[in-house]
């Protein structure tokens, strides 16, 4: 039963939002209208049939995946049942089948056009705006519309006129993506007469807006207010390796906790089934995946998603240089000279007037094992430009940022955590990165909410520096997370001798928290009075410490909060959070040593304990109540 419930919760990925404020208010009369450019896969598609008529190609249809999962409920049924004495291939065959007959018609041919005469239901701002949307199509092919209505609140009953929705066949390059997203621009102007237009771009439409500033940018520069790419993936995905090379193994754990953070779970269930094998997700994505395969391996958007240092291995190994001459031509084209020029081109696109921004995850492993840090979907290199540590791994110590793009000393652009650094970013003063951030749960925290409001709505040129509680890096803050933490007197994620108190606030929206223990590595401190200390929701405690910081700067410690949930279902947990002492003269870095592991190492008594642990939850829960007895010893004996 619990296979078949960690099944259910991975195809589920509703996801509910609750309506913020704004962070800065905003007062005026004239409002640029704001284009959607949506993730991949978002918009509507149709094929022409030859007797006139249309047939629905692409988007949700709930009464046709009903119709079907009931006309194959036996072969499912048997599935089940096949899947529990470890047999994976049936369900997996019974729904591939399914799937390759639902999306026939999103096929394409190998040179990348599509087999099929497919089209976007909506193409110029008449017929794309939440006005006509509602009005027409009783809101379908609305994008982000929980984030939209706070911007309505603010313009009062007319503010769907605003909203426009751009679609685009996502199967495509991302090149004729862009294309079709700078006709829609001037259909929008033209529309509604504005002098410009904002642009809130996300996951794939990132990587289309970014392409499309790349490509007309500075000549559209009059006619662009603010461009927010939020969680973008501006240099593709590690999922697009894994779906040409086949070397997908689920993180599960990973998975469930991506899950967990959608939903806003207020329980942590993902660690309790790290120790229950889920290895059979990966039984049924191998038998499954060549279905997928026979419908999207000529997309050439997914051949653009592909990483820079996998593609020429891919490519060659999987496409016919013949058959696929004319996809290959194209897909070398971003490459080999769209990408690689982006940072030229979008700062060149700053400094022509138009406000560009950046909102990103870091600090998660990917939900497919890739080997580097992200949002578990988009990485961070790829999403920012940013150098990053191996996943797991961090710069050591003393570690020199690179400052290929800015290098500017007195720019701190080296994450708390010292994985990321972002002096090599597209616009490292222009972009924030949100650590423990998921993939497309940018809106499901106050702090990513008020930033992206401030960015999207305020016409003034903003950078790291404009707002202080907008900090470039930045703990994730999703109910989820349960528990923030950060120095009273030090910008988030550093600490100096200016700091005499840990703050530490309750990110739950159901229960109320005791903090159990608070525990430090790399710096001899102690916390006072933390033991079953009580945060109400919503609340915050500024809880003192005495000892002495380091005199020293570019040194990564760690603190640990240990806490119980009042009433949840899974009461106890714990968060790490990061941090880097500035205190001093830098230390040096070990160029011999330039990378080292992201966490401290236990300590000897406890690798012990954990010999004796084979289960992967058990040991989790082993290391919170060690550690936990630990603090307590240490600050109050």
């Known amino acids: 039963m619990k296979k078949i419930i960690a099944v259910i919760l991975s195809l589920v990925i509703a996801l509910t939002l609750s309506v913020q404020t704004f962070a800065v208010e905003v007062k005026r009369d004239e409002f640029y209208p704001i284009i959607i450019v949506p993730g991949y896969s978002s918009s509507g598609l149709y094929m022409n049939n030859e007797d ?67 089209h976007t239901y909506t193409s110029t701002a008449a017929d794309s705006s939440n006005t006509y949307l509602l009005a027409n199509e009783d809101g379908k092919y609305m994008y982000e519309q929980e984030i939209m209505g706070m911007y309505g609140s603010y ?69 662009l207010n603010n461009v927010l790419l939020t969680i973008p993936a501006i240099g593709g995905s590690p999922i697009a390796y894994g779906f040409f090379s086949g070397d997908i193994k689920f993180d599960e754990e990973n998975l469930l906790y991506f899950i967990e953070n959608g939903m806003m779970f207020e329980n942590d269930y993902h660690w309790l089934l790290s120790n229950e094998s889920l290895d059979f997700l990966d039984d049924i994505l191998h038998y499954f995946l060549p279905y997928v395969r026979h419908i999207m391996e000529f997309w050439g958007s997914m051949w653009d998603f592909v990483p820079a240092e996998e593609y020429e291995k891919i490519r060659d190994s999987y496409l016919d240089s013949d058959a696929s001459a004319e996809l290959i031509k194209r897909t070398d084209r971003f490459h080999h000279e769209i990408y690689p020029s982006m940072t030229e081109k979008l700062r060149a696109c700053v400094d022509a007037g138009i406000n560009v921004y950046i909102i990103a995850g870091t600090g998660n492993r990917d939900i497919i094992g890739y080997k580097a840090t992200g949002d578990a979907i988009i990485s961070t290199p790829s999403s920012t430009g940013a150098t990053c540590a191996p996943c797991g791994e961090r710069f050591n110590d003393g570690y020199k940022t690179l400052g290929t793009v ?120 102690k916390i006072d009075k933390s033991f079953m200390t009580e945060i109400p929701v919503g609340g915050r405690i500024e809880i003192p410490f005495t000892g002495d910081i380091p005199n020293a700067s570019g040194v990564k410690t760690q603190v640990t909060v240990n806490y119980v949930q009042v009433g949840a279902v899974t009461p106890f947990g714990s968060r790490t959070f990061d941090f880097t002492i500035i205190n001093g003269e830098k230390v040096d870095f070990d160029s011999e040593n330039p990378i080292v592991n992201t966490d401290f190492p236990q300590d000897m008594l406890l690798e012990i304990i954990l010999k004796f642990i084979p289960s992967l939850g058990l040991q989790k829960l082993a290391v919170l109540v060690y550690n936990t007895v630990k603090a307590l010893l240490i600050n109050f004996l």
Not at 71 to 91: C, F, H, P, V, W
Not at 472 to 487: G, I, L, P, S, Y
């Open 52 to 118: 006139g008529t249309k047939t629905h190609v692409w988007g949700i249809d709930i009464n046709l995946i009903l119709k079907r999962v009931l006309a194959r409920s036996i072969d499912l049924a048997k599935g089940i049942g096949e899947l529990t004495k470890g047999n994976a291939k049936y369900i997996a065959d019974t729904v591939g089948g399914e799937f390759a007959e639902m999306f026939e018609h999103m096929r394409c041919n190998p040179d990348g056009s599509s087999v099929y005469d497919v």
């Open 406 to 525: 800015c290098n500017n000393e007195s720019h701190n652009h080296l994450s708390p955590s010292m994985e990321v650094d972002a002096t090599t970013a597209y616009l490292p003063e222009y972009t924030w990165f949100v650590d423990g951030l998921y993939h497309g749960m940018t809106i499901k925290s106050d702090y990513n909410t008020d930033l992206i409001t401030t960015l999207m709505y305020n016409d003034e040129r903003a950078d790291l520096y404009t707002y202080p509680e907008f900090p470039q890096f930045h703990a994730d803050t999703n109910r989820c997370q349960a528990v923030f933490a950060k120095f009273n007197n030090s910008v988030e994620g550093y600490v100096s001798d200016s700091d005499n108190a840990l703050i530490i606030e309750n990110c739950s929206k159901k229960y109320d928290l005791r903090i159990v223990s608070v525990s430090c590595n790399g710096m001899d401190i």
């Open 155 to 223: 313009i009062g009953e007319d503010w769907n006129d605003y909203i426009f929705n751009f679609s685009t066949d996502f199967r495509r390059n991302v090149e004729k993506c862009a294309a079709d997203l700078d006709k829609y621009i001037d259909s929008v102007l033209e529309y509604t007469g504005a002098e410009k237009v904002n642009l809130y771009c996300v996951s794939h439409g990132g990587q289309v807006g970014a392409t499309f500033l790349n490509l007309y940018g500075e000549k559209k520069a009059d006619k």
